[in-house]
């Protein structure tokens, strides 16, 4: 009989007083790096053949110390990424994440709960149960829906998809889509987030049932267009299930009508979702959250906590009215698991099966700052933008969305002149910011016309940092230092 045990390998599982130094020594360098790019450039320059070599020396033969192995680690992100964490980064929907999140991260990590199943996580499951009831209320839907965390935003669309097929056909759970009479068709705008391609490809309807609705000239979708489509989809044969409006359009932040949509939907029994990944947000402040106005009509929601509620990434939400049909979705028989509660168990709701807590991030924030703090956070953000446009504009140039939320589509104005012919332009305006270091913004397409696109995604972004990104997007490039 064996009686003794080799003993664990130090590397992975130290003493206690080495882990507590580690920890202490990557808090302190944590905040050092953080404070070096602040005061850097926002897109650093990556050697990128030295980085390459460096990392081909990685043969994970011969163990290295781990300070050396985690000093290295942090300067090549230090090094080797657009930083995010950048208070003149203006650009996608990427934070510089909330400190209450970063916590939950590190306690997520310490105990690593498996968020499957409530009967080996009981707690965790319940307290991200909590929150997504709360982002429910908040949206006006009715007290008892249900929802849960996502990896992404794209994950959560991809759900409500699933969702709007098992309601509209009870067989699409066995036979897939051939057991709809005709061909399955989905709306949402032009101006929707790309992913919804994936998602047709990926949930088997592919990617031709999705019909890209033109939008109203002002980059929200055409409700009448919208109107149209389904007409004619109904009487060629085809089985339209799902209507995805935007509130907060990836380009433009635009918000589409809502309460059209959602009339729409009702009038042919379409299951009706949201898509607020980053606009959510806004239902947090008092004074924005009218303009999702119309939201409380959803089937479900996208909201994602890892954009404007500045959460560590990926951690998406899916919120439903109809909290049964996630569980005809998804159910599925598993006797090994510690739990079997169809209305509560993650992995009989969800498309995950191991999970991990990343509820908790928006949990935390919530409970330290509550709705007012965030509030002040999404109004902070779309006091930026409103800096940032009215220099622009004071320097010629135009706005070419018009959103109540953080994000400005912008041009000079000759580039943004009729025939929006502004490619040429707008690239070298962008190409010279992101070489200057100064700043980052986008470069995207609003309404057919190319346009700078910036968005507020840091917390702590000045009055100074605006000055910069002006500065760095209306001056000639040879009178930059
Ligand atoms: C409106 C909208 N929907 C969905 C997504 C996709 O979200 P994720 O990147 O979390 O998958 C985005 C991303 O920017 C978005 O803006």
Not at 35 to 52: N, Q, T
Not at 135 to 154: E, K, N, Q, V, Y
Not at 307 to 314: D, S, V
Not at 347 to 361: A, E, I, K, P
Request: glycine letters at 8%; aromatic letters at 6%.
């Amino acid at each position: 009989m064996r009686n003794n045990i080799p003993p664990a390998p130090s590397a992975l599982f130290p003493d206690r007083s080495t882990r507590e130094r580690v920890d202490d020594l990557l808090t302190r360098e944590l905040a050092n790096a953080n404070e070096r790019i602040s005061a850097g450039p926002v897109m650093p320059r990556l050697d990128v053949a030295k980085f390459r070599q460096e990392l081909a020396t990685f043969d994970f033969e011969a163990p290295r110390a781990a300070d050396d192995v985690l000093a290295w680690s942090i300067a090549q992100l230090e090094h080797g990424t657009v930083h995010m964490t950048h208070p003149r980064y203006f650009g996608l929907f990427n934070p510089a994440p909330v400190a209450p999140a970063q916590w939950a991260d590190r306690i997520a990590g310490a105990f690593n709960p498996q968020l499957a199943s409530s009967g080996s996580s009981p707690a965790p499951v319940e307290i991200e149960a909590h929150v997504i009831r709360a982002i429910a209320r908040r949206a006006g839907l009715p007290a008892d829906s249900g929802g849960h965390f996502t990896t992404s935003g794209s994950e959560a669309n991809y759900t409500s998809l699933i969702c709007a097929l098992t309601r509209a056909e009870p067989r699409f759970s066995s036979d897939g889509a051939r057991a709809f009479a005709g061909p399955v068709a989905l709306y949402t705008s032009r101006e929707c987030h790309p992913a919804w391609l994936k998602i047709a490809h990926q949930a088997g309807v592919g990617r031709s049932a999705l019909r890209l609705v033109p939008s109203d000239g002002h980059g929200r979708m055409s409700d009448q267009a919208l109107a149209e489509m389904v007409e004619r989809d109904l009487r060629d044969g085809a089985v339209p299930v799902l209507i995805a409006a935007t509130a907060g359009t990836t380009g433009g932040g635009m918000i589409d009508p809502l309460e059209r949509c959602a009339a729409i939907a009702r009038s042919h029994g379409i299951w009706y979702h949201v898509d607020a990944a980053w606009g959510g947000a806004a239902l947090a402040s008092d004074r924005l959250r009218g303009a999702l106005a119309g939201i409380e009509l959803a089937d479900s929601l996208t909201i994602d906590a890892h954009k404007w509620f500045a959460t560590t990434m990926g951690c998406g939400m899916f919120v439903s009215r109809d909290a049964a049909v996630l569980n005809q979705a998804f159910t599925v028989g598993g006797d090994f698991m510690p739990s079997n509660a169809s209305s509560l168990d993650p992995y009989l709701n969800t498309v995950q099966w191991s999970r991990r807590f990343l509820g908790l991030r928006l949990f935390l924030a919530l409970a330290v700052a509550g709705w007012r703090g965030y509030g002040a956070h999404v109004e902070r953000a779309v006091a930026v933008i409103e800096a940032v446009k009215e220099r622009l504009l004071e320097r010629g140039w135009v706005a070419l969305n018009d959103s109540p939320l953080a994000v400005l589509c912008a041009a000079p104005s000759a580039a943004a002149g009729d025939g929006g012919n502004a490619a040429g332009e707008i690239r070298p305006i962008v190409s010279n910011l992101l070489a200057s270091g100064r700043a980052w913004v986008a470069r995207t397409t609003f309404e057919g016309r190319e346009v700078v696109r910036i968005c507020a995604t840091h917390g702590e972004t000045t009055i100074a940092d605006v000055e910069e990104l002006v500065a760095g997007l209306t001056e000639a490039p040879a009178s930059r230092s």
